[in-house]
């Protein structure tokens, strides 16, 4: 069904912030369901997720060559669509020292608040990702951000928005 790596996708990430065991499973399930569909809109967003998972589960090799993949078909596939998982993408690219190969993903890419945020985050600047995460009410982004600073203060305001939504991950 064309829904379903959605539907896998979204349960592995509940199931990573709740830290419950099936996530990388979910996460590889939506992947065998995405390729078939060969469509940026599901095979996209399903590569950014995965990544993320795999990363935050330590199967770091995998969440390379994933992300490489995805960096390859965004390159082609530039558009105005923002894949669940964007944010998450530009912390992989900083992760694995790949931030130019994921701001030239973008070069083509009309501006909006979602692109900003990733871009904020791949120079290096995710402070004023969170701000713009904050101002779009993305408020799960925001957080993630908030944490990936390592400054006390704004690991403190994350951890108090994933405690307020069971994610007992973080």
Request: net charge negative.
């Amino acid at each position: 069904h064309y829904m379903a790596p959605q539907s896998y996708y979204f349960r592995s990430l509940v199931k990573l912030a709740r830290g419950e065991a099936g996530a990388v499973e979910d996460a590889e399930n939506a992947l065998v369901h995405a390729r078939p569909a060969a469509d940026p809109q599901v095979v996209d967003p399903t590569l950014s997720v995965a990544a993320h998972v795999l990363f935050a589960c330590g199967e770091r090799e995998r969440a390379r060559e994933l992300l490489l993949e995805l960096l390859r078909v965004s390159h082609h596939t530039a558009s105005t669509r923002v894949p669940v998982g964007f944010g998450e993408t530009a912390w992989l690219a900083a992760e694995f020292g790949l931030e130019s190969d994921f701001l030239a993903a973008l070069l083509d890419t009309p501006a909006t608040p979602w692109i900003e945020a990733a871009r904020a985050i791949a120079v290096g600047e995710p402070l004023r990702a969170a701000e713009l995460y904050a101002r779009m009410g993305a408020q799960p982004e925001e957080a993630y951000t908030r944490l990936r600073t390592g400054r006390p203060d704004e690991v403190e305001r994350a951890l108090r928005f994933f405690r307020s939504v069971a994610a007992t991950r973080y």
